[in-house]
């Protein structure tokens, strides 16, 4: 079984598109993460939610917005698709904060590309 | 914030010995984090250093030196799977524990 899941894994779409990438965990991990990686292949953190708080990167445009309809699931929403957001998004997952050693479980990316 | 460097690119011989080197500089040092990440896949745990020294796995190992904000990864007895980005990550108390990754170092391995 795969312990991250995201889906679709490869997303063509027009510009000014609403879309949305789904993931998922069966790790039991309480903290879910979403990475963009550009195509110098910098990951750059999104956002980092548990059941408790959501940390956004203050640079992610507003445009983007995690949903989380429980801890096994964040998906990401982003509204009105521009060139610039052309990536591959990785979703991740950990165990809680206080026992966090840096291993982050991820999922197999999913590529976007905004047309 | 957190500012992390390493190397963009190295090559290496089949079999030799390679050190990637990291630097970083970041408000309540928590730990660093070692990823390794094959084109067109998923970064994949390697190695972790809270306190300072070597830790050893396989071929791989990570040094971490906090006085200097400075980390590297030696792998030996390269192979050509080895061909891969490394990627340097830091956790601190300053970015709320989230893990944030250096450019990573594109390492090219060859017969």
């Known amino acids: 079984d795969t312990a991250v899941s995201q889906t679709p894994k490869y997303l063509v779409t027009q510009m000014g598109n609403d879309k949305s990438i789904k993931c998922e965990q069966n790790?039991?991990?309480?903290?879910m993460y979403w990475y963009k990686q550009d195509s110098k292949k910098f990951l750059k953190i999104m956002f980092s939610y548990n059941n408790k708080e959501l940390i956004i990167n203050e640079t992610v445009p507003n445009r983007f917005s995690p949903k989380s309809p429980d801890k096994a699931h964040l998906n990401l929403h982003i509204n009105s698709l521009e060139l610039g957001d052309s990536a591959v998004y990785f979703c991740a997952s950990s165990p809680p904060s206080a026992a966090f050693i840096g291993e982050l479980f991820f999922g197999e990316g999913s590529r976007l590309t905004v047309l | 914030g957190q500012n992390i460097d390493q190397p963009t690119e190295m090559t290496a011989t089949e079999g030799a010995i390679v050190q990637i080197n990291c630097t970083y500089q970041?408000?309540?040092?928590?730990?660093l984090f070692w990823y390794q990440q094959h084109a067109g896949e998923a970064p994949t745990f390697l190695s972790y250093n809270v306190l300072d020294g070597l830790e050893e796995k396989g071929r791989f190992s990570s040094f971490l030196s906090r006085s200097k904000g400075y980390s590297y990864l030696l792998l030996k007895e390269l192979q050509m799977k080895d061909s891969a980005s490394y990627l340097c990550?830091?956790?601190?108390?300053?970015?709320?524990?989230?893990?944030?990754f250096g450019r990573g170092t594109s390492l090219i391995v060859h017969p």
């Open positions: 790790l039991g991990h309480d903290t």
């Open positions: 970041t408000s309540g040092f928590n730990g």
């Open positions: 990550a830091v956790t601190a108390s300053g970015g709320s524990y989230i893990p944030t």
